[in-house]
């Protein structure tokens, strides 16, 4: 199928704009560059009981930012299911800010609490940070969950590229810490760490995200090139350790898996591999491809009408796996 033609708009305007790519300038302009143009395409912000920024505690004893967001107002005789999101960014970009409008929509539309964490970011704090920090907070909400009116038995993970790397990485953590997620919700995520795959190759440029674009990101996060074969980075093709070890986890047993991919996003072969991979290890997996979207299409449905589609569907995976009537 050709290009949606409103994607197809965005990326002439893009072309038009001469908007410098992000390989193109430093960690932290990039980062101001993103969240200036992230709500651009956005859809309108959900209105929402309540809004509240935390500071959740970590491992090495810091603090990250959280953002909870209520559609309703709690209540605690009858506690909510709750989302725990990881935004997308190439571990280098992106905040709780730029996927406000995104996280309010799955609050609204999935009839949940959501999570929005603020992870560390890329190269002031490289890997494994982002993969310590997310499993963290939702540890964290896990054992929290009480105070703030969430089920403990109704939790769900996602996250889209990084982000969604973020929440495979979470899950395996979890069924090995005898949490029991919902969900894992995958929204184009990254699973490889070499970029072998033959949508790299046929995609590298011109729908957005670009080959040299992915490697400046993994080069912001990465420690040295064993970081790359690490299963935290790379769930599809790494390993645990170093040295002699050359398999990666047990998948058995990890979460249910709804994963999205986009049609014209050189991720999008990994992301059906990483399916496959964990059908093989005896895992329920919904894989949705959405025809004429690239990267990023998620945060452009103010702009593409086709969005809604892959919205909707995301937000009946939550409601099916934390078990809330249409």
């Known amino acids: 199928m050709p290009l949606n033609p409103k994607i197809k708009q965005v990326l002439e305007m893009i072309a038009k704009a001469k908007r ?9 302009q990039a980062r101001a560059a993103y969240e200036r ?3 651009i395409l956005e859809i309108d912000r959900a209105p929402m009981f309540s809004v509240e920024d935390i500071a959740v505690p970590v491992r090495d004893g ?5 953002r909870l967001y209520y559609p309703v107002e709690p209540v605690w005789a009858e506690p909510a299911p709750a989302f725990v999101y990881f ?5 280098t970009v992106g905040s709780v800010d730029t996927h406000d409008a995104l996280c309010r929509m799955f609050a609204r539309d999935g009839r949940c609490v959501v999570m929005s964490v603020d992870y560390r970011l ?3 704090y490289r890997f494994p940070t982002a993969a310590n920090d997310a499993f963290d907070a939702l540890t964290w909400l896990y054992a929290n969950a009480a105070v703030y009116g969430v089920d403990p038995q109704r939790l769900a993970v996602g996250g889209d590229s990084a982000g969604g790397t973020l929440a495979t990485v979470s899950a395996v953590l979890a069924r090995d810490a005898g949490i029991r997620l919902a969900l894992q919700l995958l929204i184009y995520p990254g699973t490889t760490g070499h970029q072998q795959t033959a949508s790299h190759a ?3 440029s011109g729908f957005l995200l ?17 970081d790359r074969d690490d299963w935290r980075f790379a769930p599809l093709d790494g390993h645990e350790g170093y040295g002699d070890s050359h398999t990666g986890p047990d998948f058995h047993g990890v979460a249910p898996a709804w994963i999205a991919t986009a049609q014209y996003d050189p991720l999008s072969d990994e992301g059906a591999a990483y399916a496959d991979k964990l ?4 895992n329920t997996v919904t894989l949705k491809t959405y025809a004429g979207m690239i990267h990023e299409f998620f945060k452009m449905g103010g702009f593409v009408p086709d969005v809604a589609e892959a919205h909707a569907d995301a937000a009946a995976a939550l409601r099916a796996a934390f078990g809330v009537d249409d």
């Open 20 to 28: 410098p790519e992000y390989h193109t300038l430093t960690p932290q």
């Open 37 to 39: 143009s992230a709500p």
């Open 62 to 66: 810091a603090s990250i930012r959280a």
């Open 87 to 91: 935004h997308g960014g190439g571990f």
């Open 122 to 124: 890329a190269p002031e």
């Open 202 to 204: 046929r995609l590298a």
């Open 210 to 226: 670009s080959g040299e674009t992915i490697q400046w990101f993994f080069e912001q996060y990465v420690r040295d090139p064993a």
């Open 279 to 282: 059908r093989a290890a005896g």
